[in-house]
């Protein structure tokens, strides 16, 4: 069965600084019509960065949405036509001022498939070196350094709950085969 719905009537409902909200009509597989309410996200790039210590860098930050500090390796939007690597290593140097030439990359994450098109790159440092952060305006945040095991127990135990960190501290302890 051919699962793809077709686009009948897309209508902007709201355009946003960082997102846009659409509500569209779609054909469904059955000949039925539906809405799909969705969020136009452009998408961010993330890094997990691991010093030659086997430490890893994350952020603490107050997230909005869940009125709450949320532990996240450092990320950021991406803008538009913008190198998602190039994207991922600015924020890593903006939000913990840190700076690399060994990064590849590690993971592509949809976070929201029910209601949202946002895309991340994930991206893995090594071969770190330290420069000066330079916070976004209005940015604020506390720069965490722990051992990899301990990010790894706070995923383990969701006391770090945000998807890109855990998609990403769990592959890297799977690839390194590192356990508690």
Do not use: W
């Not at 719905?5 to 039925?32: C, H, M, T, W």
Request: aromatic share 8%; proline share 3%; hydrophobic share 35%.
């Amino acid at each position: 069965m051919d699962l793809k719905e077709k686009l009948v009537k897309s209508d902007l409902i709201y355009d946003g600084r960082i997102l846009q909200l659409y509500n569209d009509e779609v054909e469904l597989p059955g000949g039925k019509h539906s809405r799909r309410e969705y969020v136009n996200h452009s998408g961010g790039c993330a890094v997990l960065a691991v010093d030659e210590e086997g430490c890893v860098y994350l952020v603490e930050q107050f997230r909005y949405p869940y009125g709450e500090v949320m532990l996240e390796i450092p990320a950021g939007k991406r803008n538009r036509d913008e190198d998602p690597m190039a994207c991922a290593l600015r924020e890593l140097e903006e939000e913990c001022g840190l700076v690399t030439d060994r990064a590849e990359k590690f993971l592509e994450i949809y976070p929201t498939v029910a209601y949202s098109n946002e895309h991340i790159y994930v991206y893995l440092a090594h071969g770190l070196k330290a420069t000066h952060a330079h916070l976004d305006e209005g940015e604020f945040l506390n720069v965490r350094r722990l051992p990899f095991k301990q990010a790894l127990e706070k995923v383990l135990n969701m006391e770090i709950r945000d998807s890109k960190t855990v998609a990403a501290i769990l592959k890297y302890a799977y690839l390194n085969k590192i356990g508690l």
